[in-house]
């Protein structure tokens, strides 16, 4: 069984260009939630989505943007990048209540030149 | 606003040492309390999720407590090893009732380097 995975892996944009990243949720898993990860920071909470809706929003301009599809996958898209903008960003999925756990993919990083 | 807070910022200890990371909250209302590993590069890894009422949970070499009243809470890791280097986030989530979901706070972790 496949945990959550992320593509790509690495990226290098310019600043002012769009970057769509992807995710596929584990087997089961209705939830997707997307996080920022900035070198030696915890992880901030962009968004979450739920039956295709987006059920929650974290303090991030609307420049970001998501999508859940019928399947559950998922993507985050960034607008008018900023340099800013660099850094890791994960995926994480969970079905069910605020016990069960949640799995993160192995991220994709994000370069803004 | 919610917050986590992690101590030491980062840690090195040697091979076969025990230690312990330190995680004190201020989320409302409180759901549970999970501690992540991550290494360099990779995404977060479960080790525990704990409860209000739970006051240990232990996972092979790692035991994590958890005082709701003080809310606090630690991870302890008995003979390091090599592989245990990496970041550690303790992170807490609230039930929104309005939304129907969780809410997490993540801390920035304790970054732990285990020296031969």
Redesign the interface.
């Known amino acids: 069984d496949a945990g959550?995975t992320q593509s790509p892996t690495h990226l290098i944009k310019t600043r002012g260009q769009q970057v769509t990243l992807r995710c596929s949720p584990k087997s089961g898993h209705d939830?997707v939630?997307w996080?920022q990860q900035a070198l030696?920071?915890?992880?901030?909470?962009i968004f979450?989505y739920?039956e295709e809706e987006e059920?929650?929003r974290g303090n991030f301009p609307d420049r970001f943007s998501g999508h859940q599809f019928p399947n559950y996958s998922s993507e985050l898209n960034v607008n008018a990048l900023l340099l800013g903008d660099s850094a890791?960003y994960?995926c994480a999925s969970s079905f069910g209540g605020?016990?069960n756990?949640?799995?993160?993919?192995?991220?994709s990083?994000l370069t803004v030149v | 606003k919610n917050q986590v807070e992690q101590s030491p910022q980062s840690l090195i200890i040697l091979e076969g040492k025990n230690c312990t990371l330190q995680c004190n909250y201020t989320v409302s209302p409180f759901s549970n309390l999970r501690w992540y590993k991550q290494d360099t590069g990779r995404g977060p890894v479960s080790l525990t999720i704990m409860t209000f009422s739970e006051n240990t949970k232990s996972n092979g070499r790692y035991t994590a407590t958890l005082d709701a009243d003080t809310k606090q809470s630690s991870l302890h890791i008995t003979a390091s090893q090599l592989s245990d280097s990496a970041s550690y986030i303790c992170v807490v989530s609230a039930w929104i009732s309005g939304a129907g979901s969780y809410q997490l706070t993540f801390g920035k972790g304790t970054k732990l380097s285990v020296i031969p």
């Open positions: 959550v939830t939630s996080y030696g920071q915890g992880p901030q909470f979450q739920y059920r929650q890791l994960l605020p016990g756990t949640i799995y993160f993919g192995e991220g990083w």
